[in-house]
């Protein structure tokens, strides 16, 4: 039970990287806030005695700090809510624009500094505490037709290691994960949009060398390493997990 007496929170945790993680978390013994914009993905969770579950858009600043206002702990904080936007810079709008860094770097902006003070004040004002921000394998390499999730994804990992700069001395860490394509809902929903989705669902499996695509259980575990007391010592790092696309 690696994760036994901490309590964490997860945004977009109704479906995918973000409820695998949810899962993966409370099977090591945390107790976990599971939150996500749209309630109906969250009634998935029924019956679980360590996953408690709130509405919660992270595009919505009051409403993130009251969420972490009410928790009774918080030890862990996985931001994984994102936004995956198709095209090159000739392609894109402003408001496009706006609204991937909005949902992929100011909602965590907007966590982290609602989350910061009350893990400063764990363990008797020593401070303790583990964030882990979710960017992608376009953070670390260019990948076509993602220049907006591409630059807001790389934003993830500065963002991450300066507030591991920050609290270094502090106790509280954080660390940005890169996974490469993960069989996702949303994953699916992007295949869909193509004229041939079974074409355009064999063009992203062979982007990964490994010639398949991730499942989400396989991204959990990298979480819940960062969030345990076995990575102690790391911080400010950025982890691919993504099947050899960055070898
Ligand atoms: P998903 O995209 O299938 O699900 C995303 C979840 O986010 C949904 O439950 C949705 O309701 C929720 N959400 C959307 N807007 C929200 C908001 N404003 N507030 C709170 N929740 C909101 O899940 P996924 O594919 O596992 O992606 C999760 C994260 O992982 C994203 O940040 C994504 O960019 C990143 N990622 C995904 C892949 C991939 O291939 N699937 C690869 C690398 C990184």
Known sequence: MRLQGKTALITAAGQGIGKASALAMAAEGAQVWATDVNAKLLDGYAGMPNIHTVALDVLDKAAIRKVIADMPALDVLFNCAGFVHAGTVLQATDEEWEFAFNLNVRSQFWTIQAALPRMLANNGGKGSGSIINMAS???????????????????????SKSVAADFVTQGVRCNAVCPGTVDTPSLQERINVYEDPAEARKNFVARQPMGRLAQAHEIAPLVVFLASDESAFITGQSYSIDGGMTI
Do not use: M
């Open 137 to 159: 394998v376009v953070s670390v390499k260019g990948v076509p037709n993602r220049f907006i999730y591409g630059a807001s994804k790389a934003a993830v990992i500065g963002l």
